[in-house]
């Protein structure tokens, strides 16, 4: 059956993004507009079968108003780069909330609620094939409260957001070093070999 009538357009998709993006941008439903610089509502390819979310912005992404552009996304990037040959702008990032909490502390439930369907609109948009879970915040988030980041990396969980892999949080690997990076090294092949097995792989 032809469902290319159906599908939604780049055009389209990019239309949608910024409808949200723009209600996002204006959002003050919730106490971590008043303390925001910009909101980061995300960044990438709106036909990328491969997403990335974390918890939330910190201090360099609130400035620039892009997500994972401090040091714990300069690693995200290099291991984007160097395990799959692509740039961040080949996949898409998002956080779960898109305003920086202070202090860079975890996202608080009420927050999460509040910021919760700019997320999901941004799922329904881009439709990946897989999300990748930043961390230990996003993968309960993701997945279920009762998820070990340590025992669930490098897995494959259906959850209602569709299928997410967990792995560490880029930061948590510039803390550990070496083994933690190597770890997210293979968990990001193990995403790249998942979606080359579903046909949904589009890089090199």
């Not at 993006?21 to 909101?39: D, P, Q």
Request: neutral net charge; hydrophobic residues 40%.
């Amino acid at each position: 059956m032809d469902t290319s009538a159906s599908e939604p357009s780049t055009k389209d998709r990019v239309g949608q993004l910024e409808v949200l993006m723009g209600r996002a941008s204006s959002c003050v439903a919730c106490e971590l507009s008043a303390t925001r610089t910009k909101v980061v509502f995300g960044q990438g390819s709106e036909n990328s079968p491969l997403m990335f979310v974390g918890e939330g912005p910190g201090a360099s992404e609130d400035l620039a108003g892009l997500p994972f552009v401090g040091r714990s996304g300069k690693l995200l990037d290099r291991l984007i780069d160097e395990e799959l040959g692509l740039s961040r702008q080949d996949v898409y990032i998002a956080n779960i909330v898109k305003c920086r909490p202070p202090d860079n502390r975890n996202p608080l439930p009420i927050e999460v609620a509040t910021c919760t369907p700019y997320l999901v609109g941004q799922i329904g948009i881009i439709n990946p094939s897989l999300i990748v879970a930043l961390g230990a915040v996003a993968a309960k988030f993701l997945i279920g409260p009762a998820i070990s980041i340590t025992a669930a990396r490098g897995r494959f969980f259906e959850s209602d957001f569709g299928v997410v892999m967990p792995m560490y949080h880029p930061a948590y690997g510039l803390r550990q070093g070496a083994s933690a990076i190597t770890a997210m090294r293979a968990d990001i092949v193990s995403a790249k070999l998942y979606l080359v097995q579903k046909g949904a792989w589009v890089g090199r």
